[in-house]
């Protein structure tokens, strides 16, 4: 079956910094979602992309979707505290979902 | 406004026992989802519906049930049969089967 990775599988940052991490799979998807998930909550989404090489950003987040349609990533420019989660990405006709990224920021 | 809720937030329940989880969503959404999620772990598909009375397995149905008579309710049943039942369990619903999904808050289960 389908299968995401993503990378880093966490990650400490200072407060300030930027923020890059990807998500590829063995196969093809028409579709890359992008959820973060607060400690006890559930996953809330962030950003949908649905055209490869498409580029969409909210607030200080910008995702892209893979031109090999394998792949997407997203960029968290200028990290605050309130970014610490888990980011999930999710992809493919039966929205499969990755392990998630650890985003831990310093102070 | 428009959401998905699941009750209760934390539920304790003695093992042996069958436990029920709501989800309801007022989204007008025909697919609806259960997911487990142990910590430090990603999401796990239980099961999944894409219509009223209509619904299929997914990666971990063992030891769960499920029922969809009305398209804004999917409760689960954890039964005695799932060995290890105590994690957080997601529900989500979309549009339909190839829509966004959109999550509840999650019910935190533990039984003992």
């Known amino acids: 079956g389908q299968q995401l990775n993503q990378s880093p599988q966490s990650m400490f940052i200072q407060e300030g910094e930027d923020v890059s991490m990807n998500c590829t799979s063995s196969?093809?998807?028409?579709?890359w979602l992008w959820y973060k998930q607060d400690p006890g909550e559930g996953p809330v989404l962030l950003i949908a992309?649905?055209?490869?090489?498409e580029l969409t950003s909210n607030g200080r987040l910008t995702a892209q979707f893979g031109i090999t349609r394998k792949d997407s990533f997203l960029n968290i420019s200028a990290s605050i505290p309130s970014d610490v989660g888990i980011y999930f990405c999710a992809g493919g006709q039966n929205f499969v979902f990755g392990p998630g990224t650890r985003l831990s920021v310093l102070p | 406004d428009g959401g998905i809720t699941q009750s209760p937030k934390y539920l304790f329940r003695k093992e042996g026992q069958n436990v029920t989880l709501s989800c309801e969503q007022n989204?007008?959404?025909?697919?609806m989802y259960w997911y487990r999620q142990d910590p430090g772990q990603g999401l796990r598909l239980i099961y999944y519906?894409?219509?009223?009375?209509?619904?299929q397995k997914g990666d971990i149905a063992e030891g769960y049930s499920v029922s969809r008579e009305k398209k804004e309710s999917f409760p689960l049943t954890v039964t005695s049969a799932q060995k290890n039942p105590t994690a957080f369990y997601l529900c989500a619903s979309s549009i339909d089967r190839a829509g966004e999904q959109y999550f509840g808050p999650g019910t935190r289960l533990t039984v003992t």
């Open positions: 196969s093809i998807f028409n579709t």
């Open positions: 989204l007008n959404h025909d697919a």
């Open positions: 992309l649905y055209k490869a090489g």
């Open positions: 519906s894409q219509i009223v009375n209509d619904f």
